[in-house]
C-alpha cells in the first residue's frame, strides 16, 4: 500500500463529495440547522410547578407546607392574579376566601376558587384540586396514616436537570454521523457503477489502498463535521478526550455502514433506501436518551447505543473514563465488525 | 395529445412505480411521520407525570389513580419491576402497595410504603404524585375533605399538539407525492434517456407531463386523505376537504412538474427540494407556534391549501368560510399549470 | 410529388453561435440504405433529431414521408423508428415490458413481443429485467424497440456498436429485412465495413455540410485509389510496407521494379476504401 497513491485517493473523493451539490449542501445545512435548532431551544428545565395565589388571610399550611417542586406565588389582588394567568404567567392560580381559617377553625367547609389556564396540560387542573385538599387537609390537623418513605434511583438530578436540547445532542449526533453515511454510500456507488472503480485499479492503486483511502474520507468527513458540532455547543467542556474518542469510533462504525450501504444499493435511490434504513436503526439508541424507558433493553444491540450512551454520560453526568471503557470496549468491537462486513461485501461488489 | 397515450404512460408509472424507493417513500413516509409524530409528541410535550404501581393485595387505590387526569398510572407485576422501569426512566415514581394496605388505611393504622423516585424526574412531577397519591388515600380512608373547589377556565382552549402537526403531516404527504414524485420521475426519464426515446413516437412531451402530473394528484390526494382518516381530522364537511385536497395536489403537482423541467439531475433536485423545503412546509409553523402572525403564512402559496383543510377539519368551517383561500388556491393552480403548458410549448428537444 | 422517403431541403442549425448543420439536402428513396458518415461532432445527430422530429430545424424542411416533419410530427413518429445510440430503455421493466410499452404507444393492438424478441435473438429473455442485460443485449432490444410498429423509415445510430460478430451479421440481416419490407434507413454508424455492405448510398458530412454523396462503388472509382501493397524483408531481417498505385502509368515500372531490388515475401492488391475516401474529404479518420 503507498501512502502517496492513498492521500491521493482521499483528495480525489474529498473533492468529490463536495462537489456533489446535494451532499455538500447536507453537510453545510445540516450543521447549521442542528446547531441553530440546539441554541433555539431553552437551555434550562423549569421544574416547578408555579401556582398564583390570592389570599387576604394565608393558611400557615399553606405556606410552610408546599411540596418541594410546588411554589404558591401571592400576588396583591385577584384581578391580578386573573391577568397572570391570561398572560400566561401561571398555568392555574386559586383565590382564598378572607374568612379561611375561621372556617376552618369552625370544622366548616371554605369555598376556594382555581382558575385554570384553558391551554394548560390536563393534569394541572386536578393536581392543583389534590394539592389544595392536601394543604387544607394539612392545616386542619388531618394528617395521613401511611408515611411514603422515598428512594430516589439514579443520579438525584433536582435543581440540574437535563434540558430538553441536551438529551437531543445524541440523536443529532447520530443524524450528523449517519448523514455522511448517504455521502460515502452514493459516492462508491456511483465510482462502482461507472467502472471508475476498475479504472483505478488497473493502476497502483492497490484494493487494500482503494478502501483504506474510502476509509479514511468517510471518518474525517464524520469525524470533522460532528466533532465540529461538538465543540461548537459546548460538548468538548467535560472529558474532551473520551468525547472525541467516542465521536471517531462513531465517524468509523458510519463508515463501515456506509461501505455495507454502497454493497447493496445498486443507484442513488436504491443507496438512499438502504441509507434510511441505517438512519432509522442506528437513530433508535438516541430516542431512549430523548424519551427515558421509550425504548427497552433490546436497543443495545444497536452499536449507536454505545456511542450515546457514552456521550450522554460524560456529557450529564460527568462519567470519566472508568465509567465507559465497557461502552468503548463493545463500539471498538462493533466497529471492527461491521468494518469488516462492510469492506468484504463491498470488495465482492468491485470484483 | 392523446388520452390514450397518456393512460398508457399513466399505466407503467402506476404499474413500475412501486418498484421505486421515491415512490414508496412518497407513500409510506408521510404515513410513518404520521404515527412517529403522535407517539412522540405525546411524550415530547407532554409533562404528566408517570407513576408505576405494583399491588400486592387487591388495593382499590390503583382503580382511584387509574381514574384520575393528573398523572399517567402503569401497573407493575413486582416490585424489581417497577424498580427497573424507575430506573431506566420509564416512570417518574413507582409505588409498592403491601397487602392489607386498604385495610390499614381505613383503620388509621400507620403504614410504611417506598416511593422509588426517578433521579431525572421533574420536582414538580414528583409534588403532583405525591399530593394525588395523598389525596386518593384519604379518599381511600373515606376522609371528607375539608375544603370545596371551584374551577373556572380563563382563555379559549387552544388547539392540542396533535391537531397543531395536521398541517405538517399534511404538506409532507402533499410535497412527497404530489411535488417530489413527478419531478424525480421526470428528471429520471433525461438522465436515463428514456424521454428521448418517448418523444420520437407520437408520444408527446405533454402526454408525458401529464401522465407523470396526474400520478402525483393521485398520489397526493390518496395519501392525504389516508393520513386525515388515520388523524380523524375529516371534521364536519368531507365533501369540501376532499375539494380542497384535489386542489392542493393539483398546485404540488405542478411545482414538481416544473422543478423536474428545470433539474437535470437527481441529486441536483433534491438539493434544491432541500432548500427550498422551508418555502412549502413553512404556513405549517404558523400552526405549530400560533403565537406566530397569521398574515406571515399568506406569503407561501401552501398557506392557501392548509388554512381551508384546518379550518374544515378542526374549526367545522363550511364554504364561507374557506371561499377566499381556496379563490386563491384555484389560482395558483391555473397559474402552475399555464407555466406547465408554457414550458412544454417551448421546449424544442426532448431535454426541455 | 416526391416518393422519397427523406428529404432535407436546406436543413440548418446552429447552438448560439456554432452552426451544427450547414444548410444540407439530401434525399432517401423508397426501401433505400443510406449510410450517413461524419466524424464526432460533423452534425450527424443533430440531422438526425431536425429529421425525427427531436427538435425543429431552424432553417429549411425536413420531410418524412412526404409530410412536414415539423407540422406533422404525430404522423410522421407514426411511421417512424429510432435506434439510439446510447441505450435508453426502461432498465426497472423487463424486455418485454419495455416492447409492450411501446407498442402501446403507437397504439398497436394483438402486440406479441416474444416473435420480435426472438427475431433479434433474446428469445426466453423478455422476462428478464434490462438491467441484467448485456450490453449486446440491451443492444438487440434497441433495435427490437425501433421497430416494433414496423415503420416505413428506420433511423438507425450506430445498431450494432459494442456486439459480437455473430450479433451484428443478425441485425445487420434484420436491417436487410426491414429494406426488403420496402423500408428505408438512415444508418448512421462508424463501421466502415457495415456501410459498404448493406448501404445503397452514402453520405459523408462534415463540419455541418454533405461533401460526398454516392453508392460506395461510385464514391471508390471517383475518389479512392487502388494500390498494391507489399511486404518486403529488410537488411536487419525485419518486414517493412511498399504501396504501388494501380491505375497509373508508372505502375508496371514500380512493380517491376519492386520484385528487381526487394525480397518480396506477400503481395495482394487492395480495393480503395470508404475510409481512405473520408480522409481525403475530412482530413482525418473518424475519431
Same mark, same amino acid.
Given at each position: 500500500m503507498n501512502r502517496r497513491v492513498v492521500a491521493a485517493l482521499v483528495a480525489k473523493d474529498i473533492r468529490l463529495f463536495f462537489r456533489n451539490r446535494l451532499f455538500g449542501l447536507v453537510t453545510v445545512l445540516g450543521l447549521v440547522v442542528y446547531v441553530g435548532v440546539y441554541f433555539g431551544?431553552?437551555?434550562?428545565?423549569?421544574e416547578d410547578l408555579e401556582i398564583g395565589m390570592y389570599a387576604p388571610v394565608v393558611p400557615p399550611a399553606f405556606e410552610e407546607?408546599?411540596?418541594?417542586?410546588v411554589k404558591l406565588e401571592t400576588v396583591e389582588s385577584e384581578e391580578a392574579l386573573l391577568l397572570a394567568i391570561t398572560d400566561g404567567e401561571y398555568p392555574a392560580g386559586m383565590v382564598l376566601p378572607a374568612d379561611i381559617m375561621q372556617k376552618f377553625d369552625a370544622g366548616l367547609k371554605p369555598e376556594i376558587d382555581v382558575y385554570l389556564w384553558?391551554?394548560?396540560?390536563?393534569?394541572v387542573g386536578e393536581a392543583v384540586e389534590f394539592l389544595v385538599t392536601e394543604l387544607s387537609y394539612a392545616q386542619t390537623g388531618q394528617p395521613l396514616s401511611v408515611q411514603v418513605l422515598q428512594e430516589v434511583l439514579g443520579?438525584?438530578?433536582?435543581?440540574?436537570q437535563i434540558p430538553a436540547r441536551d438529551r437531543m445532542v445524541p440523536f443529532f449526533a447520530v443524524l450528523i454521523l449517519v448523514a455522511e453515511t448517504f455521502g460515502m454510500a452514493s459516492l462508491i456507488s456511483e465510482e462502482v457503477q461507472r467502472g471508475t472503480v476498475t479504472a483505478l485499479l488497473v493502476?497502483?492503486?492497490s484494493v487494500p489502498g482503494l478502501f483504506v483511502g474510502k476509509g479514511i474520507t468517510g471518518v474525517c468527513l464524520a469525524f470533522v463535521q460532528v466533532a465540529l458540532y461538538a465543540v461548537i455547543i459546548g460538548g468538548?467542556?467535560?472529558q474532551p478526550a473520551i468525547v472525541l474518542l467516542t465521536l471517531l469510533l462513531g465517524a468509523v462504525l458510519v463508515t463501515g455502514v456506509g461501505f455495507f450501504v454502497a454493497a447493496l444499493g445498486k443507484d442513488l435511490m436504491s443507496v438512499m433506501a438502504w441509507g434510511v434504513v441505517a438512519m432509522v436503526v442506528l437513530s433508535i439508541p438516541p430516542v431512549s436518551v430523548m424519551f427515558?424507558?421509550?425504548?427497552?433493553?433490546?436497543?443495545?444491540?444497536?452499536?449507536?447505543y454505545y456511542l450515546v450512551d457514552t456521550l450522554h454520560q460524560v456529557a450529564i453526568?460527568?462519567?470519566?473514563w472508568a465509567d465507559v471503557w465497557r461502552n468503548l470496549l463493545i463500539l471498538v468491537a462493533f466497529d471492527l465488525g461491521i468494518a469488516l462486513v462492510g469492506v468484504a461485501t463491498l470488495w465482492r461488489k468491485c470484483r | 395529445m392523446s388520452i390514450r397515450r397518456v393512460g398508457v404512460l399513466l399505466r407503467k408509472e402506476f404499474v413500475q412505480?412501486?418498484?421505486?424507493f421515491i415512490f414508496i417513500y412518497g407513500v409510506v413516509a408521510p404515513l410513518v411521520i404520521s404515527l412517529v409524530l403522535s407517539l412522540v409528541l405525546g411524550s415530547l410535550f407532554s409533562e404528566e407525570p408517570r407513576l408505576g404501581i405494583v399491588d400486592?393485595? $387487591?388495593?382499590e387505590l390503583v382503580a382511584l389513580v387509574e381514574a384520575v387526569d393528573s398523572l399517567e398510572a402503569r401497573e407493575f407485576d413486582t416490585a424489581a419491576d417497577v424498580k427497573g422501569a424507575v430506573a431506566k426512566g420509564a416512570v417518574d415514581v413507582g409505588v409498592v402497595l403491601p397487602r392489607g394496605f386498604d385495610a390499614a388505611v381505613r383503620q388509621s393504622v400507620p403504614t410504611e410504603i417506598t416511593a422509588y423516585i426517578w433521579g431525572e424526574s421533574l420536582a414538580k412531577s414528583r409534588a403532583i404524585v405525591d399530593v394525588t397519591l395523598a389525596d386518593l388515600t384519604r379518599d381511600l380512608a373515606g376522609q371528607e375533605a375539608p375544603v370545596t373547589v371551584r374551577f373556572t377556565m380563563l382563555g379559549k382552549e387552544g388547539v392540542p399538539w396533535e391537531d397543531r402537526m395536521l398541517p405538517f403531516i399534511m404538506l409532507i404527504a402533499v410535497v412527497f407525492g404530489g411535488a417530489i414524485l413527478p419531478a424525480t420521475s421526470l428528471v429520471g426519464e433525461k438522465q436515463g434517456r428514456t424521454l428521448e426515446a418517448l418523444v420520437v413516437?407520437?408520444?408527446s412531451l405533454g402526454d408525458v407531463f401529464l401522465a407523470k402530473g396526474l400520478v402525483g394528484v393521485v398520489l397526493s390526494f390518496v395519501v392525504t386523505v389516508l393520513l386525515l382518516a388515520i388523524n380523524q381530522?375529516? $371534521?364536519? $364537511?368531507a365533501g369540501l376537504l376532499l375539494m380542497v385536497l384535489v386542489l392542493g395536489a393539483v398546485m404540488a403537482a405542478g411545482f414538481g412538474l416544473l422543478l423536474g423541467a428545470a433539474m437535470r439531475e437527481i441529486t441536483t433536485l433534491f438539493a434544491v427540494f432541500k432548500m427550498i423545503g422551508v418555502l412549502l412546509y413553512a404556513p405549517s409553523i404558523i400552526y405549530l407556534f400560533p403565537?406566530?402572525?397569521?398574515?406571515?403564512?399568506?406569503?407561501?402559496?401552501t398557506y392557501y391549501l392548509v388554512q381551508p383543510v384546518v379550518e374544515i377539519?378542526?374549526? $367545522?368551517?363550511?364554504w364561507a368560510d374557506i371561499a377566499p383561500d381556496v379563490g386563491v388556491l384555484i389560482g395558483l393552480d391555473v397559474l402552475l399549470l399555464g407555466v406547465v403548458v408554457l414550458v412544454v410549448r417551448k421546449a424544442q428537444q426532448y431535454e426541455v | 410529388m416526391s416518393t422519397d422517403a427523406i428529404v432535407a431541403e436546406g436543413l440548418a442549425y446552429w447552438y448560439g453561435d456554432l452552426l451544427?448543420?450547414?444548410?444540407i439536402s439530401l434525399t432517401v428513396g423508397e426501401g433505400e440504405i443510406l449510410g450517413f458518415l461524419g466524424p464526432n461532432g460533423a452534425g450527424k445527430s443533430t440531422t438526425v433529431k431536425m429529421l425525427t422530429g427531436q427538435i425543429k430545424p431552424k432553417a429549411g424542411r425536413a420531410m418524412v414521408l412526404g409530410m412536414d416533419v415539423a407540422r406533422n410530427i404525430e404522423k410522421v413518429q407514426g411511421e417512424i423508428g429510432v435506434c439510439f445510440e446510447q441505450p435508453n430503455l426502461?432498465?426497472?421493466?423487463?424486455g418485454e415490458e419495455n416492447l409492450k410499452l411501446f407498442a402501446r404507444l403507437f397504439g !398497436? &393492438?394483438?402486440?406479441?413481443?416474444d416473435t420480435l424478441l426472438r427475431r433479434v435473438g433474446l428469445g426466453g429473455r423478455g422476462?428478464? &429485467?434490462?438491467?441484467?442485460?448485456s450490453k449486446g443485449m440491451k443492444q438487440r432490444l434497441m433495435v427490437a424497440r425501433s421497430i416494433v410498429n414496423r415503420p416505413r423509415v428506420l433511423f438507425l445510430d450506430?445498431?450494432?456498436?459494442? !456486439?459480437?460478430p455473430t450479433s451484428a451479421e443478425a441485425i445487420r440481416g434484420i436491417i436487410l429485412e426491414e429494406r426488403a419490407r420496402g423500408a428505408s434507413v438512415l444508418l448512421t454508424t462508424h463501421d466502415m465495413m457495415e456501410v459498404d455492405k448493406l448501404s445503397d448510398r452514402v453520405a459523408f458530412i462534415n463540419q455541418g455540410r454533405i461533401v460526398a454523396l454516392d453508392t460506395p462503388h461510385n464514391l471508390k472509382q471517383q475518389y479512392g485509389k487502388r494500390a498494391i501493397k507489399a511486404k518486403v524483408a529488410n537488411q536487419d531481417g525485419g518486414l517493412e510496407d511498399r504501396e504501388i498505385i494501380l491505375d497509373s502509368r508508372e505502375t508496371p515500372d514500380a512493380v517491376r521494379d519492386l520484385f528487381a531490388t526487394e525480397r518480396v515475401v506477400t503481395i495482394h492488391s487492395e480495393e480503395a476504401t470508404l475510409e481512405d475516401i473520408f480522409i481525403k474529404f475530412t482530413g482525418r479518420g473518424l475519431d
Open positions: 431551544m431553552p437551555g434550562s428545565v423549569d407546607m408546599q411540596p418541594d417542586g384553558a391551554d394548560s396540560p390536563a393534569e443520579p438525584d438530578m433536582l435543581d440540574r493502476t497502483p492503486v468538548m467542556e467535560s427515558p424507558g421509550a425504548v427497552s433493553g433490546w436497543a443495545k444491540v444497536i452499536p449507536s453526568f460527568g462519567a470519566g | 412505480g412501486p418498484k421505486n400486592e393485595g $387487591g388495593s413516437t407520437p408520444t381530522a375529516f $371534521g364536519s $364537511g403565537q406566530i402572525p397569521q398574515w406571515i403564512g399568506k406569503i407561501f402559496p377539519s378542526q374549526r $367545522g368551517g363550511g | 451544427a448543420v450547414d444548410h426502461y432498465e426497472q421493466m423487463s !398497436l &393492438r394483438d402486440f406479441n413481443p422476462d428478464d &429485467r434490462v438491467d441484467g442485460y450506430e445498431p450494432t456498436a459494442g !456486439l459480437d
